[in-house]
């Protein structure tokens, strides 16, 4: 029997160049929280250094945010998502910690909430913009009534956000029952789509780019978003939340047809997966 | 003060909960008229203003972008008025609506609303207590239907209760106080008629045999014994806990005469793992088995791997969705409960349903309708399992009349383990720590009701056996656990499962002694007896021996993280099981009279085999193949299981592999999962598992042979190697106080003894479930009773060296070639092909076990060496279905030889050799593989099948078509594309008929 594990033959790429600043990453915990070890995994990956801290630390010691330049949250259910999905973590952030993740915010840092942690960002007000009322709109229940977990394909629209930089399209899994985007109004909707605030977006799987207006039917667009939005950021392009998972697609065997879609005679030749991307460019903006 | 908060969906936006109330009155035929619209609600209690209640909705519980809200005090006409701009006003205007509300009965676990409670106390606001509830309006009903929607639809009695009209209630009810009282019973002086009594009322579920031998012991103690005490031994010989009828004695009597056990599990099942230990020598990759409360096995230099399935069938059948929820969080507990602590790395879930479309008139009384259960019973699954963020990766669901009144649920973990974290064991004087959730007064008796039959009045007497889980509860105490486990905080621990604190202290303190203070554990509300709290099941609670040096450590760890952890005693070297409530001992037991001094039963088990008789084919059997093949594809075993599947995370902790769906449009049946569960490494786990109950009625040896060739089968299928499977038999049955049941239970445990040890493939966990029968009267006063099908799950955990080397079962590319590997025999007996033309008879699938071992190396040397694209397994409508299957999820149409089938012909009856053509379409005969085999590795792929019957039968085409070519006469074993087609079908269309029954 072969006891020899095979070594992950993209870790390579962890030892970050000599004179590299590696920034530090703080990966959120929280009650529920669940993706925060992938989410870790891939941001070590891309060279950064990540590290898992629970929320009740940071709420005993706000400045620990000082050592950071990323903030993560990342998927899970926070609080079972009790109330609806994200509130209440969102909540303790905006009033036990608003003041010092504004600072952080106003750092030259970068924000990022994967599915359950965009939920969180656009509750805490993480998303909302200088001088704007309310979120830009919230997060409810899939038109289809159900959670479900499948694969969607994203576009990049407009070069506002910094960890879409340079990409163009890509595949990512959705898992969740809370993820479709409602602007708080239409005028809300236009002025981030003018400003390339809604950067991600669902697209047809097998018809290839599709432009913003044009509606992208269930399953494709798997919630119901309006504008096909999967993704949002804030007018710096510093703070982005999506739905999707990119965590979940890094390496290639997690593609749902990896088995297919690569050439698998070549297994040491097999691409990373789209995923990773992301946390490169969240990393680069520090190199 | 108290408050009502109703949240109601706006106008424009969708109603969930209302729109699943329609589709239920529609589906159990209560109303096709009826309109509804819903909000969700929150009782607020504590020192509060309109207008804190105004900032909590505004802060917290109402999502401005959708909904609208009310507030007011209850009974205040204002809440029965609908927000202006909500759904529900649109939707009904100045017509008449009735209010209807629904809410958890007292102590009924909300985790919604323990969520809310302390989330307001962050926000500063003085709340005492929140309870949720939810509002329906509905109109269009008269009265009769208005109550059986509500007991049918709206609210789970098990559960809630209803009230229509405004509530007129002004303050939450937190339970009442206790009043300590140490009950005894007396016991003594009973006769036997008294005995059986105390036993039926007192929900013990003993023999007579048991309740003299307790009685003898109190005899000699001189005392009468207390309540608790006799709960104590009740749960611990329970038939759940103790597992008596399978490993006691038993007299079998067979066909080949008589053989008596001792120890029916121990000499078959165990005993074959032992043998295959044994042989393995220093290669014996099994660590811990059927000792624990998970199997384990070796997996890499540094991490063993668990596997547990277990069944919570009789709470599914009361309250679909808190009875799967629960199931699911036990086994995820058993996981963390192994050696020092394993970290769950995917769910496996099976399910056996009655058809959903049963009419609700044929349903008998005290049963919910199919339909409900197996959507509650998805929810619960979905719900748990996703909340804990572990991947639900494999399952299946079966469909048969005979599960009307038992629906099963296995549920199954994976964990991953250190390999110097693999034993436990508690020392004298560690504490006794319990962590996580509060006791309550949810599943008292869980454990004894489990062991017992259900009749149609279940639901009144053993509602308290109903719980509803909290995920995150669990999530927490998994996160401190693993935390603690590797600070080595603690010596053992085990999960609080069925029995409560007295099965998780009982077994650990077995060999020491445990003296327990009862008014220690912290309760969730006021009102329990020291009973109560000691056989409660609520959930999520897991007990450790912790050394005293140790414990302000884990006690700061817990609390760091929001956990719950407490001393309630100390494993004292006594021997003695103490328990006290208020400086008093309420209960002494001694440790080997609670674990050894039950007295031994003797069983008499009967099987006598089904008369054979041959298969009936239909007269049109020959010509209409293509409908007969549609037919299979859309019966609900077969059907796609895709609004299941999607429903699970199926890809959290990034480990996934190959998915439950798999090809070109991601929706294809795959055969097992492969997962890695060290997310830095290829080495990959992989589960599939085995289940045919329409085998059983036929010979129960070759259902649990066939399962269990299946199982590994499917493994083999994706790349796993077959020299490292384990295997989890998983026994639902009916009253095996009946011979005839326990005889066909014991002649499936020797097939898995036997099939075991010629594949090679141990058992290392197992469980059983039996008293799967329901007992009703009919309107006449008739009683009937519903035996399930014998059932038998096998569940089988592989491994594969690369995952990379992992192959899936969509064709890939037209041009290869396609293999037929294993050998075609006449075995329709209990086929889907019988069961869609209403056949009977024929010979039930065999497994020919040493060639099934030899094909399963074969095949897997093919896998590893890259020699093959595709692969599917047969099983549930033989070659055509497979083939099928493999064409439509991969988008490539596929031509086939029936001609160049290996098949034993000659050994076939005349009514099997004029239908040859059929036979060889539907047959379900075990170990065999259709492959997909790119044409520059046909030869090496011959080589490496060189040993087992394979052929080339066809390749896969340039086209969305499935065509079988027949026979001209005697399958030569050679292709022939001259002879007309049997087969030759649209792939949309074979898709469709797949896809669309279970496509809700």
């Known amino acids: ?287 | 003060m108290l408050f009502e908060v109703d949240i109601y969906p706006r106008v424009g936006q969708p109603d969930r909960m209302a729109s699943d109330v329609i589709a239920a009155a529609r589906d159990l035929g209560i109303s096709h008229s009826l309109q509804a619209a819903s909000a969700r609600g929150f009782l607020l209690s504590g020192e509060l203003t309109q207008a804190d209640v105004q900032r909590a909705t505004k802060l917290l519980l109402c999502d401005s972008v959708v909904e609208s809200v009310t507030i007011a005090r209850p009974g205040d006409t204002e809440l029965s008025q609908r927000p202006h701009d909500s759904h529900a006003e649109a939707l009904f205007g100045a017509e008449q609506a009735t209010e209807v509300h629904v809410l958890h009965k007292p102590g009924v676990m909300d985790p919604v609303a323990g969520s809310t409670r302390q989330a307001l106390r962050d926000l500063g606001l003085k709340i005492d207590d929140v309870r949720t509830l939810r509002k329906y309006w509905v109109a269009r009903l008269d009265d009769a239907s208005l109550d059986e929607l509500c007991r049918r639809v709206l609210a789970n009695d098990a559960i809630e209760h209803v009230h229509q009209g405004p509530l007129t209630l002004d303050h939450l009810d937190t339970g009442r106080p206790y009043v300590f009282q140490k009950i005894t019973t007396q016991i003594r002086d009973l006769d036997d008629e008294a005995l059986l009594r105390l036993s039926r009322e007192g929900q013990f579920y003993l023999s007579l045999a048991e309740m003299r031998t307790i009685q003898h012991h109190f005899r000699d103690q001189e005392r009468e014994p207390t309540d608790v005490e006799l709960e104590t031994i009740a749960q611990t010989w329970s038939e759940h806990c103790s597992h008596k009828t399978l490993k006691g004695r038993i007299a079998y009597r067979d066909e080949h005469g008589e053989r008596n056990f001792d120890n029916m599990l121990k000499e078959t099942i165990f005993a074959a793992t032992q043998e295959i230990r044994r042989k393995a020598g220093s290669n014996d990759w099994c660590v811990s088995v059927f000792e624990d409360n998970a199997g384990v096995v070796k997996f890499d230099d540094q991490h063993h791997v668990t596997f547990k399935v277990e069944t919570h069938n009789h709470p599914s059948a009361l309250e679909p969705y808190g009875g799967a929820n629960t199931g699911l969080g036990g086994v995820i507990r058993d996981t963390l409960g192994t050696g020092l602590g394993a970290k769950p790395v995917c769910n496996t879930d099976v399910f056996c349903f009655a058809p959903p479309e049963t009419p609700a008139e044929d349903l008998p009384p005290g049963v919910l309708h199919p339909k409900r259960v197996m959507q509650g019973v998805v929810s619960g699954v979905r719900d748990y399992g996703n909340r804990m963020g572990i991947p639900t990766v494999n399952g299946a669901v079966c469909f048969n009349p005979r599960y009307v009144g038992n629906p099963l649920v296995y549920c199954g973990n994976v964990g991953l383990l250190p390999q110097d974290m693999a034993f436990g064991s508690a020392q004298p004087d560690d504490l006794i720590v319990t962590v996580g959730g509060r006791t309550g007064r949810d599943g008292i008796h869980g454990a004894t009701f489990s062991s017992a039959e259900l009749t149609s009045e279940s639901e009144e007497l053993s509602g308290g056996a109903v719980q509803i889980g909290n995920a995150i509860t669990e999530k927490m105490v998994v996160d401190v656990i693993l935390q603690a486990r590797d600070r080595r905080l603690f010596t053992a621990i085990t999960d609080c499962g069925a029995g409560g604190f007295s099965s998780a202290v009982g077994e650990m303190g077995e060999k020491i002694g445990a003296d327990v203070n009862l008014e220690q554990a912290p309760l969730k509300y006021e009102g329990l007896s020291y009973t109560e709290i000691w056989i409660s099941e609520a959930q999520e609670r897991m007990v450790l021996a912790v050394p005293e040096e140790h414990w302000p450590e884990l006690e700061q760890l817990c609390q760091s993280e929001g956990v719950e952890a407490t001393v309630i005693g100390r494993f004292a070297p006594t021997g003695k099981l103490t328990l006290r409530y208020q400086q008093q001992i309420v209960g002494e037991l001694d440790m080997e009279f609670l674990h050894d001094g039950r007295p031994p039963i003797i069983r008499d088990a009967n099987y006598a085999p089904a008369n054979a008789t041959p298969i009936s084919f239909p007269a049109n059997s020959g010509q209409d193949a293509n409908s007969t093949l549609c037919q299979i594809l859309s019966s609900l075993n077969v059907a796609s299981k895709e609004w299941v599947i999607r429903q699970y995370d199926h890809e959290v902790q990034a480990g996934s592999v190959v998915k439950p769906l798999v090809g070109v449009d991601d929706n294809g049946p795959s055969d097992a999962a492969v997962v890695r569960p060290v997310i830095s490494s290829r080495r990959g786990i992989v589960i599939g598992c085995g289940i045919n109950p329409n085998y059983g009625d036929f010979d129960t040896y070759h259902m649990a042979a066939s399962a269990i060739d299946e199982a590994v089968r499917n493994c083999v299928a994706v790349g796993a190697d077959p020299a490292r499977i384990a295997l989890l038999d998983n026994f639902c049955w009916g009253n095996t106080d009946r011979p005839e049941q326990l005889g066909s239970l014991v002649r499936a445990s020797i097939a898995c003894q036997e099939l075991a040890l010629e594949l090679g493939c141990p058992f290392i966990s197992g469980k059983d479930s039996l008293n799967n029968e329901f007992r009703y009267e009919d309107p006449d006063g008739q009683s009937h009773s519903i035996i399930i099908p014998p059932t038998l799950l096998i569940s089988a955990l592989g491994q594969i060296d690369d995952a990379r080397r992992a192959v899936t079962m969509d064709l890939k590319q037209f041009g290869n070639l396609l293999y037929l590997v294993g050998m075609t025999r006449n075995e329709l007996g209990g086929s889907h092909f019988s069961l869609a033309t209403d056949g009977s008879g024929g010979d039930v699938p065999s497994v020919d076990a040493s060639r099934a071992r030899q094909t399963f190396a074969s095949v897997h040397a093919a896998i590893t060496a890259g020699h093959v694209r595709s692969c599917h397994d047969l099983s549930e409508g033989g070659l055509a279905v497979a083939a099928a299957e493999m064409a439509f999820a991969g988008g490539i149409g596929a031509k086939l030889s029936l001609n160049a089938v290996a098949c034993d012909f000659t050994e076939w009856d005349a009514a099997a050799q004029g239908n040859a053509a059929t036979v060889l379409l539907f047959s379900e005969s075990n170990s065999r593989f259709l492959c997909e085999v790119p044409r520059n590795k046909a030869d090496a792929f011959e080589t490496a099948l060189a040993d087992v019957p394979h052929s080339q039968i066809g390749e896969t085409v340039d086209s969305s078509r499935l065509q079988i070519h027949g026979l001209s006469g005697i399958p030569s074993g050679e292709l022939d594309d001259t002879v007309a087609l049997v087969i030759d079908a649209d792939l949309a269309e074979l898709k469709s008929a797949w896809q669309t029954p279970l496509n809700w």
Not at chain 1, 23 to 35: D, K
Not at chain 1, 170 to 190: K, N, Q, S, V
Request: glycine share 10%; hydrophobic share 35%.
């Open chain 1, 1 to 287: 029997m072969d006891e020899i594990q095979t070594p992950f033959p993209n870790s390579r790429q962890r030892s970050a160049k000599p004179g590299f600043a590696q920034p530090r990453v703080l990966v959120l915990r929280s009650p529920g929280a669940n993706c925060d070890e992938e989410t870790q995994f891939a941001f070590n990956l891309a060279g950064a250094q990540a590290e898992r801290i629970h929320v009740n630390r940071v709420l005993e010691h706000p400045a620990v945010l000082e050592d950071f330049q990323i903030l993560c949250v990342p998927g899970g259910f926070s609080y079972g998502d009790d109330v609806s999905a994200g509130k209440i973590l969102g909540s303790q952030l905006e009033y036990r910690l608003g003041e010092v993740l504004q600072t952080f915010r106003q750092r030259d840092t970068l924000a990022l909430g994967i599915c359950n942690g965009f939920q969180v960002l656009l509750k805490s007000g993480l998303l909302t913009d200088d001088g704007e009322p309310a979120p830009p709109g919230t997060l409810t229940w899939n038109t289809c009534g159900r959670y479900e977990d499948r694969w969607t394909k994203l576009r990049v629209d407009g070069g506002r956000c910094i960890f879409l930089q340079g990409m163009t399209e890509m595949e990512f899994p959705i898992a969740h029952a809370e993820g479709r985007f409602l602007p708080r109004d239409d005028a809300t909707l236009a002025k981030m789509q003018s400003a390339g605030q809604l950067p991600l977006r669902y697209t047809s799987r097998s018809q290839g780019d599709k432009t913003g207006s044009e509606s992208v039917p269930y399953p494709d667009n798997p919630n119901g978003s309006v504008a096909n939005v999967a993704g949002i950021c804030d007018i710096t392009g510093r703070v982005f939340g999506l739905m999707p998972h990119p965590e979940r697609f890094i390496d290639a065997t997690q593609h749902p047809q990896w088995t297919r879609k690569f050439d698998v005679r070549d297994l040491d030749g097999l691409p990373p997966g789209d995923g990773l991307a992301i946390f490169q460019k969240a990393v680069r903006y520090f190199a």
